[in-house]
Each structure stands twice: as C-alpha cells, then as structure tokens.
C-alpha cells in the first residue's frame, strides 16, 4: 500500500513505484525551518530535505544537525528565482519520482525600523512570501503522491490583517469559493496601492507582512479545494500555519518560543496520518483550527 509512515518503527521506506518517501522544508538554514528540518528528521521515515538560498549556509546547517546525530540532506532553492525552483522539482522527480510532504517555511519581514518606502516594503515582501511560495507549489504539487502532506507557514497576523480589512475586500479575501486568480489579482492590488500610497485609502491594512499572510492563508485554502477535484491523488492535505512568536532574526529574537516549539505545528502537520478528515485545507496554530472569516 502507498502510504506515509507515522513513526520509527514503521518500516516502510518507500511507495509502490519503489521509490522512497521524501519531505521538503523551504528556507530551512535557520530559525523555525531549522526546527521543522530537525523534527521530521526524527519522525519521518524518508529523507528530509533542509533547502536555502545560500549554499554555504544551508551545507552549515546540515552538518550542525548532523552532529545532533540526524540525516538531513540539502538542495539549494531561492523561491524568487524560478530556476531554483525548476531545478528542485526536476531533481525530485528524477531521484524520488515524487514528493511526500512539503513545509513551504520561506519568508520574509522588514524590521519596524525599516526606512524602505511602504510600496518597496510591499512588493519585495508580496514577492517572497506569496508569489514565490505559491510559485514553489504550481512546480511541486504535480509531484505530490497520494497521502501527501503540505504545510504553508502562514502567521496569526494573517488573521488579524484580514480583520482590518475593509468589509469589501474581507467579503472577498475570505470568500469559500475565492479562485486562485482573483486571489492573485487582489494581492497584486494591494502591491500597486502600496505604491501609489493609497492602500489604506482602498481598504487594506498598512502591513506588508501581514496582507502577504493573508494570501498564503487564503492560498492553501484554494490549494486543498483544487486537490479534492484530483480523483488520482488520493488524501492530499494542504494546511495553512503560525508557528507562534518565535525567538528568531525575523522577530529579532524577542519571541518566547524557542524554534522547535514553533516547528511543533508544522511538523504535526506534516505527519498527519492516512486519510485524516481534520485539519484539511484550514488555519492551524497550536494545533488548532483557527477561525478564516
């Protein structure tokens, strides 16, 4: 049977093809993506991919876990160069001939103290943490074997920006039935206001990162709607997820939890086991559903 392993024991290796299970963590050199690479490689019975835009950093990494006694292996991926990302699913499909769980961990925030221009702050921001994820999942989600898991690291600001919101563009964001395209379409708005100063005007709240959340929230929603069309695929999960206030460079280490309590989610998430009914296409924290509305 082609399935995913939940823990040590459990001897399969492999799916029916013969090929052997494989995981993927996105910007996984530091911070909650290091914890996230160090759990699966504890849990998950394949191998475990830690990738990173900086090879040197991303080799580092590894061989740090490795003193821990672990196993990680490394691929570099920078998700705002498509190449990357074209080399990553073509090694996949060429070496495992498919993919089991992807953590897609990648991205981006300016400090507070930035003195980068909103529309700047926008764009560049919008770039990395929505486009560039969901342009790592149009590549990989075509190798995704039946009882995959994804997990998109998303941010509980996701749900406080999309409160502050105008009731318009709320209706919209959080509309079941929200397209992928509209969804782009919005963000790309949102980008082309920041510019232009008038973001506020037209209803979006004045954060960068948190609109960017909003749309790998709204995302991953869409992304596990899409997959339950897929008759050939069976049991794929898509979640959204806050790792928490972690103590790490993107909130300037003023965050309580250390990383590998904010991988727990991610990590549970990934390990999900054969046909799970919940949590499937919805926002998690602290392994539990949270509210999109």
Same mark, same amino acid.
């Given at each position: 049977?082609?399935?995913?392993?939940?823990?040590?024991?459990?001897?399969?290796?492999?799916?029916?093809?013969?090929?052997?299970?494989?995981?993927?963590?996105?910007?996984?050199?530091?911070?909650?993506?290091?914890?996230? +690479?160090?759990?699966?490689? &504890?849990?998950?019975?394949?191998? +475990?991919?830690?990738?990173?835009?900086?090879?040197?950093?991303?080799?580092?990494?590894?061989?740090?876990?490795?003193?821990?006694?672990?196993?990680?292996?490394?691929?570099?991926?920078?998700?705002?160069?498509?190449?990357?990302?074209?080399?990553?699913?073509?090694?996949?499909?060429?070496?495992?001939?498919?993919?089991?769980?992807?953590?897609?961990?990648?991205?981006?925030?300016? &400090?507070?103290?930035?003195?980068?221009?909103?529309?700047?702050?926008?764009?560049?921001?919008?770039?990395?943490?929505?486009?560039?994820?969901?342009?790592?999942?149009?590549?990989?989600?075509?190798?995704?074997?039946?009882?995959?898991?994804?997990?998109?690291?998303?941010?509980?600001?996701?749900?406080?920006?999309?409160?502050?919101?105008?009731?318009?563009?709320?209706?919209?964001?959080?509309?079941?039935?929200?397209?992928?395209?509209?969804?782009?379409?919005?963000?790309?708005?949102? +980008?082309?206001?920041?510019?232009?100063?008038?973001?506020?005007?037209?209803?979006?709240?004045?954060?960068?990162?948190?609109?960017?959340?909003?749309?790998?929230?709204?995302?991953?929603?869409?992304?596990?709607?899409?997959?339950?069309?897929?008759?050939?695929?069976?049991?794929?999960?898509?979640?959204?997820?806050?790792?928490?206030?972690?103590?790490?460079?993107?909130?300037?280490?003023?965050?309580?939890?250390?990383?590998?309590?904010?991988?727990?989610?991610?990590?549970?998430?990934?390990?999900?086991?054969?046909?799970?009914?919940?949590?499937?296409?919805?926002?998690?924290?602290?392994?539990?559903?949270?509210?999109?509305?």
């Amino acid at each position: 049977m082609e399935g995913r392993p939940l823990c040590h024991h459990n001897k399969r290796t492999g799916t029916m093809s013969g090929n052997k299970l494989v995981a993927v963590v996105t910007g996984a050199n530091k911070g909650v993506g290091f914890g996230v +690479v160090r759990g699966l490689c &504890k849990q998950f019975n394949g191998d +475990v991919y830690l990738t990173a835009r900086n090879e040197e950093l991303g080799l580092k990494a590894v061989e740090e876990l490795k003193k821990e006694g672990l196993s990680p292996k490394f691929h570099v991926l920078d998700l705002t160069k498509p190449d990357t990302i074209i080399k990553l699913k073509t090694f996949l499909q060429e070496t495992y001939g498919g993919l089991d769980v992807l953590v897609n961990n990648a991205g981006m925030a300016y &400090k507070v103290s930035s003195k980068a221009p909103f529309g700047e702050q926008a764009e560049v921001t919008m770039q990395t943490n929505f486009t560039g994820t969901l342009d790592v999942c149009e590549a990989l989600f075509p190798l995704l074997r039946p009882h995959a898991r994804v997990a998109n690291v998303s941010s509980l600001v996701s749900i406080s920006a999309v409160k502050k919101c105008s009731e318009t563009l709320r209706k919209k964001l959080v509309n079941p039935n929200l397209s992928m395209g509209e969804l782009k379409d919005l963000m790309q708005k949102f +980008v082309d206001a920041a510019k232009k100063d008038a973001h506020q005007k037209e209803g979006w709240p004045n954060t960068a990162y948190g609109v960017s959340k909003i749309g790998v929230t709204a995302m991953s929603l869409i992304q596990q709607r899409e997959l339950l069309k897929d008759s050939s695929r069976q049991d794929i999960i898509v979640n959204a997820c806050c790792p928490g206030y972690v103590n790490t460079d993107m909130s300037s280490h003023k965050g309580p939890k250390t990383i590998d309590q904010g991988a727990d989610t991610p990590v549970y998430l990934a390990m999900l086991p054969p046909n799970t009914l919940s949590p499937k296409g919805n926002y998690v924290s602290d392994r539990k559903i949270g509210k999109w509305e």
